[in-house]
């Protein structure tokens, strides 16, 4: 009888810890929208994103993402500087309805290149300082590197049909997260391959896939997301 206690007690403990697995050969799914608006003809404007994420493609909460920032793109210089602030809802995988929230200050650059006559690259270079829940102050630092190949024009434009690829690597600034609790400082990978349409001059879709890689498990995610240009005036 005791011997059959401790079975259940222990799988009674375990239990949570099985629920926050995440299931890897379950496609998960993001919707996102993201924006960039111009102030005028000046060198200001804002952007951002909102991102819902979820482990099972839909339902199952991953992330409730929050992103808006201002920019500035001196004249000429062909780059864009952000400046911005984050909130991100983290759930936990499974049954269980825990969640965690993440407060986090950004700065970025952007810049882009034609290689040939479709080859549009875009670099960004993002540093983040985050207050987590439970957590000591993190940093951590992203390069992401974007590819577009226009397929019936050489530009974005309405009706353009391109493939969308990137990839992206994140490393954590420490290690060390505070109560005995460390990561690596390789943090995960995300690499991307999509296709998009111009539904307006100013307005895209996308679909593709995401797998991301962290230290680990590693997951697909579909991915769709619509991307906004557009000025006040």
Not at 82 to 106: C, D, F, K, Q, W
Not at 107 to 126: D, K, M, N, P, V
């Amino acid at each position: 009888m005791k011997k059959l206690l401790l079975l259940l007690l222990c799988a009674w403990l375990a239990s949570p810890l099985a629920a926050q697995t995440v299931e890897e050969d379950k496609l998960g799914a993001w919707y996102m929208y993201f924006y960039n608006a111009r102030f005028g003809d000046g060198p200001f404007g804002i952007q951002g994103d909102y991102q819902f994420r979820f482990w099972n493609f839909g339902n199952d909460l991953e992330q409730v993402l929050i992103r808006n920032g201002l920019t500035y793109t001196p004249k000429d210089a062909g780059v864009t500087f952000t400046l911005g602030y984050a909130s991100i809802t983290t759930g936990t995988p499974g049954e269980s309805t825990n969640t965690v929230h993440e407060n986090r200050i950004y700065q970025e650059a952007i810049f882009s290149q034609r290689l040939g006559g479709r080859f549009l690259l875009t670099h960004r270079f993002r540093s983040e300082q985050r207050w987590l829940e439970d957590q000591d102050f993190r940093t951590r630092y992203r390069y992401n590197i974007f590819v577009n190949v226009p397929l019936n024009a050489t530009d974005f434009g309405k009706g353009v049909v391109y493939l969308a690829l990137y990839n992206e690597i994140f490393i954590n600034g420490q290690t060390d997260i505070g109560d005995g609790r460390e990561v690596q400082y390789f943090d995960r990978n995300r690499t991307y391959l999509g296709i998009g349409f111009g539904l307006r001059d100013n307005l895209r879709i996308q679909l593709g896939a995401m797998n991301q890689t962290t230290a680990n498990w590693s997951k697909w995610q579909a991915q769709f997301s619509a991307h906004h240009n557009f000025s006040f005036r």
